[in-house]
């Protein structure tokens, strides 16, 4: 089970980390050049995950539940029309 919910990782490199299938919710990921695809993590559920300053700005977050998160300095882009 791959599980980082409420991990606290703020500030490490993650740049090779794979995200696919993983629990992120309520996880510290900021500044950490981690490359998240919303479309890819457990559930597409980033929900009070605080990915500040991760570059998001090609994300894809149909679908995704974002309740809570933090996306300041990331450059993402949601439509809140679909």
Same mark, same amino acid.
């Given at each position: 089970?791959?599980?980082?919910?409420?991990?606290?990782?703020?500030?490490?490199?993650?740049?090779?980390?794979?995200? =696919?299938?993983?629990?992120?919710?309520?996880?510290?990921?900021?500044? =950490?050049?981690?490359?998240?695809?919303?479309?890819?993590?457990?559930?597409?559920?980033?929900?009070?995950?605080?990915?500040?300053?991760?570059?998001?700005?090609?994300?894809?977050? =149909?679908?995704?539940?974002?309740?809570? =998160?933090?996306?300041?300095?990331?450059?993402?882009?949601?439509?809140?029309?679909?």
């Amino acid at each position: 089970d791959k599980n980082l919910s409420y991990a606290r990782l703020q500030g490490l490199d993650l740049s090779e980390a794979d995200f =696919t299938d993983v629990d992120i919710r309520l996880a510290f990921l900021s500044d =950490t050049n981690a490359h998240i695809d919303p479309q890819k993590v457990r559930n597409k559920d980033l929900s009070g995950t605080n990915l500040q300053g991760l570059d998001l700005s090609e994300a894809d977050f =149909t679908d995704v539940y974002i309740g809570g =998160t933090n996306l300041s300095n990331t450059g993402a882009k949601i439509n809140i029309n679909d």
